[in-house]
């Protein structure tokens, strides 16, 4: 099984800055199939990225994905208000299919 | 609009079975990989089940007690659990897959809430 790690666990930054968020995997082996979801409170989750890079439909440009083989990044380029949620990798090359443990994003 | 209903939900006793459902529309079902994933409370999302075709795939903590099936006439997804453990509480979400092979979860329902509890 993949086990994939996400960090920080929480990230509090002010409008207007840049979020970085990590996932590692603990081993390669899925290609780029790594997809990042973003899970506002009270919300099913909502797909943001797939294929390590490629954005969703209707998705803002602001968001972007990046990375290969074992360590995968979300980048928020400008932080606004309604990106507060939780953000969670999964990884879809194998299964079992395995999500990170999320990355919640606060407001400061 | 692609749309995922999901009903089913509710509070059932330790041992006890319940069977979820999960009704599509807007788009071809049948080309489709359907899964289930769920989230205990205040806690993240867990993979549970998935099925293209024919074939299912499900998680280790499942196998044996949970099973997934789909009614391609009905465009209707379906997760019958078995043998419910308390740690099976959690929100189900019903959700579609990117294609047949290496999907994504592109869609997700609301949810439905499983509650076992004695």
């Known amino acids: 099984e993949i086990v994939l790690t996400q960090s920080p666990g929480t990230l509090s930054l002010s409008p207007g800055e840049r979020a970085t968020l990590s996932c590692r995997a603990s081993?390669?082996?899925?290609?780029?199939?790594l997809a990042w979801y973003q899970q506002k409170p009270g919300q099913a989750p909502r797909l943001l990225i797939y294929?390590?890079?490629s954005r969703a439909t209707g998705i803002p440009d602001r968001f972007s994905g990046s990375g290969s083989g074992t360590d995968f990044t979300l980048t928020i380029s400008r932080l606004e208000p309604e990106d507060v949620a939780v953000y969670y990798c999964?990884?879809?090359?194998?299964?079992?299919?395995?999500f990170g443990q999320g990355t919640k994003v606060e407001i400061k | 609009e692609v749309q995922l209903l999901e009903s089913g939900g509710g509070f059932i006793q330790p041992g006890g079975s319940l069977r979820l459902s999960c009704a599509a529309s807007?788009?071809?079902?049948?080309?489709?990989?359907m899964s289930w994933v769920r989230q205990a409370p205040g806690k993240g999302l867990e993979w549970v089940s998935s099925?293209?075709?024919?074939?299912?795939y499900d998680a280790d903590s499942v196998k044996g007690r949970f099973t997934i099936s789909r009614d391609d006439s009905r465009n209707t997804l379906y997760l019958q659990m078995n043998s419910l453990r308390a740690e099976d509480t959690a929100v189900y979400y019903c959700?579609?897959?990117?294609?047949?092979?290496?999907?994504?979860?592109?869609?997700w329902g609301r949810g439905t809430l499983v509650t076992v509890s004695s």
């Open positions: 294929g390590a890079s």
């Open positions: 959700a579609k897959g990117s294609g047949m092979s290496y999907w994504y979860f592109d869609v």
């Open positions: 999964q990884q879809y090359g194998t299964t079992p299919r395995t």
């Open positions: 081993q390669s082996g899925f290609s780029s199939y």
């Open positions: 807007g788009f071809t079902f049948s080309n489709y990989a």
């Open positions: 099925i293209s075709v024919s074939t299912t």
